[in-house]
């Protein structure tokens, strides 16, 4: 914990990293407060739930693309800011609309414009940290990172849940939108050390050429940059399959949970806490001890290690139905899914050029969002001629084989043969 009290003693990341958990409180918050409005507007209405999924989502596909070319040229710091306090203004106008008119279509207009604004905020957030941290740090950067990120959804859950149950929508709205204010006060105060003030006339022509690339070429460059680097090649691969798995066990899990320990939220709550708990335990201990171990043996060791405990979780609540098993299984869960993620962002700030970080981590959300959209609903479709056990332990057999094979993989190749 040493290394962690340093870490966070350094003025710069702990403004970024406390900026993290305003920030991520607040989108909570305002996503708990749409789900309450929509309930008191149309209760019961899964199309409502499903055109809000929809609104925050596409931004994704259609802004990420073009987020990451100008993140790529803007500095990120300002960026940052600008894209807080836009969202912080958004957010203010919902309860006007609320107390104005009857229609849900202006609010979700602007649930697309803020989470399209997003879009910019967090490639740059992403690729600001090798820029405010020593390159020894990294590791430990991007795993307090990850854990801001869990804590922050884990927590602000529950007591978004509450605030807006308690004081109404509007005041949910209300208070998100001064967290994205706070957000870009500590933002502001960052020192960043930006590369472009120290390069060389040289680099600084390099640059004046590629802004005057088009959008398209540079979308292609992104692509082909993305591509053709094994590294950056393996992490996009092992994140769409994450996020895969993540959407095939999204609506299947819920209702086996459910069923299993016939229950409708309690259960499901208190064990995506316990999932909570486990990958902030793993980003911690990852982090202390990670820089020993190669980080695409990480990777794939977490794979098979995951998919394993789905398969075990998958038995235990079908054959003996037990709440302690499952919540221990769901921190074991988290302990052994961390690390992919943590390596796979510290990975790809080592291996990756400066210039191209923006675009490299928004091609990146496409790929992973696409993987979530398409498999949650392929999942569900399996899941009612199958059964929701039998897809469950397939998905986790199917992450513990493709772990099992590419760590034999790298094996081999260590070896030379």
Same mark, same amino acid.
């Given at each position: 914990?040493?290394?962690?009290?340093?870490?966070?003693?350094?003025?710069?990341?702990? /403004?970024?990293?406390?900026?993290?958990?305003?920030?991520?409180?607040?989108?909570?918050?305002?996503?708990?407060?749409?789900?309450?409005?929509?309930?008191?507007?149309?209760?019961?209405?899964?199309?409502?739930?499903?055109?809000? /999924?929809?609104?925050?989502?596409?931004?994704?596909?259609?802004?990420?693309?073009?987020?990451?070319?100008?993140?790529?040229?803007?500095?990120?710091?300002?960026?940052?800011?600008?894209?807080?306090?836009?969202?912080?203004?958004?957010?203010?106008?919902?309860?006007?609309?609320?107390?104005?008119?009857?229609?849900?279509?202006?609010?979700?207009?602007?649930?697309?414009?803020?989470?399209?604004?997003?879009?910019?905020?967090?490639?740059?957030?992403?690729?600001?940290?090798?820029?405010?941290?020593?390159?020894?740090?990294?590791?430990?950067?991007?795993?307090?990172?990850?854990?801001?990120?869990?804590?922050?959804?884990?927590?602000?859950?529950?007591?978004?849940?509450?605030?807006?149950?308690?004081?109404?929508?509007?005041?949910?709205?209300?208070?998100?939108?001064?967290?994205?204010?706070?957000?870009?006060? /500590?933002?502001?105060?960052?020192?960043?050390?930006?590369?472009?003030?120290?390069?060389?006339?040289?680099?600084?022509?390099?640059?004046?050429?590629?802004?005057?690339?088009?959008?398209?070429?540079?979308?292609?460059?992104?692509?082909?940059?993305?591509?053709?680097?094994?590294?950056?090649?393996?992490?996009?691969?092992?994140?769409?399959? /994450?996020?895969?798995?993540?959407?095939?066990?999204?609506?299947?899990?819920?209702?086996?949970?459910?069923?299993?320990?016939?229950?409708?939220?309690?259960?499901?709550?208190?064990?995506?806490?316990?999932?909570?708990?486990?990958?902030?335990?793993?980003?911690?201990?990852?982090?202390?001890?990670?820089?020993?171990?190669?980080?695409?043996?990480?990777?794939?060791?977490?794979?098979?290690?995951?998919?394993?405990?789905?398969?075990?979780?998958?038995?235990?609540?079908?054959?003996?139905?037990?709440?302690?098993?499952?919540?221990?299984?769901?921190?074991?869960?988290?302990?052994?899914?961390?690390?992919?993620?943590?390596?796979?962002?510290?990975?790809?700030?080592?291996?990756?050029?400066?210039?191209?970080?923006?675009?490299?981590?928004?091609?990146?959300?496409?790929?992973?969002?696409?993987?979530?959209?398409?498999?949650?609903?392929?999942?569900?479709?399996?899941?009612?001629?199958?059964?929701?056990?039998?897809?469950?332990?397939?998905?986790?057999?199917?992450?513990?084989?493709?772990?099992?094979?590419?760590?034999?993989?790298?094996?081999?190749?260590?070896?030379?043969?």
């Amino acid at each position: 914990m040493a290394r962690v009290r340093e870490l966070l003693k350094d003025k710069n990341f702990f /403004l970024l990293w406390f900026a993290q958990i305003i920030s991520n409180f607040g989108d909570r918050l305002n996503q708990m407060a749409l789900i309450g409005l929509i309930y008191i507007r149309t209760p019961g209405s899964t199309i409502e739930l499903a055109k809000l /999924l929809s609104f925050t989502m596409l931004p994704v596909f259609i802004v990420g693309p073009i987020a990451g070319i100008y993140v790529d040229r803007w500095n990120k710091r300002a960026t940052m800011i600008a894209c807080d306090i836009i969202r912080g203004l958004l957010v203010l106008l919902i309860p006007l609309i609320i107390k104005y008119s009857t229609s849900m279509v202006p609010i979700y207009v602007i649930v697309f414009i803020i989470f399209s604004v997003t879009r910019f905020f967090v490639p740059s957030k992403l690729s600001i940290i090798p820029d405010i941290v020593h390159k020894d740090k990294l590791l430990l950067a991007n795993s307090l990172s990850s854990t801001t990120m869990m804590i922050a959804t884990i927590v602000s859950f529950g007591f978004s849940g509450i605030i807006v149950a308690a004081f109404g929508p509007q005041a949910g709205f209300f208070i998100d939108s001064a967290s994205y204010f706070i957000s870009a006060g /500590l933002v502001f105060f960052l020192a960043v050390k930006l590369k472009e003030n120290i390069e060389s006339a040289e680099a600084s022509v390099k640059l004046t050429g590629i802004v005057r690339k088009t959008i398209i070429g540079d979308i292609k460059e992104g692509l082909v940059y993305l591509n053709s680097h094994k590294d950056i090649k393996m992490v996009a691969n092992t994140m769409f399959l /994450l996020m895969a798995g993540v959407g095939s066990i999204y609506i299947v899990i819920i209702v086996f949970v459910q069923e299993a320990l016939r229950s409708s939220t309690q259960h499901l709550g208190l064990l995506v806490m316990f999932l909570g708990i486990g990958l902030f335990l793993g980003s911690i201990i990852y982090g202390k001890f990670g820089s020993k171990f190669s980080k695409r043996k990480v990777v794939n060791f977490g794979l098979l290690t995951a998919g394993l405990t789905i398969v075990l979780f998958t038995i235990c609540l079908k054959f003996a139905p037990s709440f302690f098993m499952a919540g221990l299984l769901s921190i074991v869960l988290g302990i052994f899914s961390a690390p992919i993620i943590v390596s796979s962002n510290t990975l790809l700030h080592e291996v990756m050029h400066d210039e191209m970080r923006g675009r490299v981590f928004s091609s990146l959300e496409i790929i992973t969002h696409a993987g979530f959209l398409l498999f949650m609903f392929l999942a569900s479709v399996t899941a009612d001629k199958i059964g929701r056990d039998w897809a469950l332990m397939a998905i986790g057999i199917l992450f513990s084989i493709i772990g099992l094979v590419k760590l034999v993989r790298l094996g081999k190749e260590e070896r030379g043969l």
